[in-house]
């Protein structure tokens, strides 16, 4: 039962970007479209859930001491190998998420969970802790590059959905670095008016 | 003293088997990735050329380009790549020639311009504004050329004309004296 509530506190309880506001500079950054968050979600889950296992795993053998660095190494670990392997297997997605997969290492998500859960909890537990908030990274990417990519460019998942009309003067600023920051905002906002109903 | 020493063995060793790991996986996807940068190189300098069915590489110390061949061996035109930084990005395009130096097309192959304005020459309608175009042409309309430039994003259209234009000449310079070079040798063979 309580690892079902691991995996679903990730999506709405304690998401990782709307509620507990880790890791906005790769939200900001990819939510431009549905394409980049969807790949850039899996790849930090990716991550997540393969840091969380090792750490796990080795949190009797590493002192307290140089835990960080320790975490540090791992996590960076796992981004190279994303890296490397996304590069030789999916270019196009490579060329498309370039630069923002070094920056996965220094995704506060991935480390506080490292240091919050994983370190304190057993493999299943940290598995399921990681996967679950993945999941909640991508989905929180999902929805705001969805308002975004619509708005600003009148496409969902590079698809056109809106009038032609509309696609060639679009509501630029959406998909512009401001839009990024209204949307999350507001988003941000909406969740804790719900939150605070119940 | 000695516990510090012990913490710092740990971290030695978390860090060699995780170098070690790498290492191992560098070797087995870097050949994968040249071959794909290859592969994708050739199949932009086939779109810019497709007169041409074979390449030869000629590289001098500050350029290098393609000189593309047909099956008579007659040369059809050269291929190069541009590239300079644009407003976010460095713009890279796949440009090819006719053996006069006129543009005959051009491919931007790379590039992560701002979305729904740079990136924008990512769009089928971008490329062909350069086709038959020569060196002197290259100028965007705001700096009383011809080519128009993407709403919003004349950086964007700036950059890939003038690196271009950079490259082209950088090319003009290097042909003529192969070509007097080539002549000086045939006039040697003769003798």
Known sequence: MSLIKEFTKGFVKENPVFIM?????PTLAVSSSVQNAIGMGFAATFVLIFSNIIISLIKGFIPSKIR???????????????????????????KSLGLFIPLIVVNCIILGRAEAFASKNNVLKSFVDGLGMGLGFTLALVVIATIREILGAGQFFGINVLPKSYIEKPMLVAILAPGAFLIMGLLMGLMNIAKKKK | MKYYIKLGLILLLITSVASGILALLNNKTQPIIEENQRKEAEQARKEVLPEATVFEEVTTPDFSYYIGKNADNQIVGYTFVASKFGYSSEVKTMVGVNPDLTIKKIKIISQSETPGLGANCMKPDFAPKFEGLKLEKLKVDKDGGDIKSITGATITTRTVTNSIKEALEKLMNILPKNNIFEEKSAEEVSR
Not at chain 1, 21 to 25: H, K, R, S
């Open chain 1, 68 to 94: 960080i660095p320790a975490y540090i190494v791992v996590i960076a670990s796992f981004v190279t190998i994303v890296d490397m392997v996304m590069h030789a297997f999916l270019p196009p997605l490579h």
């Open chain 1, 21 to 25: 506001a880790l890791g906005l500079c």
